[in-house]
């Protein structure tokens, strides 16, 4: 079993936030905050409605970069990929984020009572990944590439 990819694993799916960063059809860069879970193979989803600025960016371009990290752990993960559009899967990414129990008062109540059909699930597959841990004791930096 690889550790590091093991512990990468953990970290993704302990946290629930990431900063997407898409590029506009003019070339712009753009960044919004998103929910997101993950499968064993890395790969992220995240939900949004078809007329943001991250869902009309990914249908010209569909390269995509984000970061992870939060306020609770001294880590981050910084990735690169390609994003996929995935509609049927917005029965799945619905479930997930009711099987967080630390979503479920924060996020899923406001999020399922949205109004409107045009919600998008976007997969996002990376091909490029990279953990840092922090090591507070320490003080010491561990980096390392996963893809």
């Known amino acids: ?14 946290n629930y936030l990431a ?12 960044v919004a905050v998103v929910l997101y879970y993950s499968d064993d193979d890395l790969n992220l989803y995240f939900v949004t409605r ?8 990914l ?6 970069g984000i970061a992870i990290g939060n306020d609770r752990f001294p880590g981050t993960i910084q990735l690169q990929g390609e994003a996929e559009s995935k509609p049927e899967y917005i029965g799945e990414f619905v479930k997930k984020l009711g099987e967080r129990s630390d979503l479920n008062d ?18 996002i597959t990376p091909n ?4 840092i841990n922090l090591d507070p004791a320490t003080g010491l930096e561990e980096s390392y590439q996963i893809i």
């Open 50 to 57: 078809e007329h943001t600025r991250k869902a009309i960016n």
């Open 1 to 14: 079993m690889d550790t590091k990819r093991e512990e990468v694993k953990n970290f993704l799916s302990n």
């Open 59 to 64: 249908k010209s371009n569909k390269k995509v």
């Open 106 to 123: 924060f996020y899923s109540g406001p999020f399922l009572k949205v109004r409107g059909l045009d919600f998008q699930v976007f997969k």
């Open 19 to 30: 900063s997407v960063s898409t590029v506009s059809p003019q070339r712009e860069p753009q």
């Open 128 to 131: 490029w990944l990279r953990y």
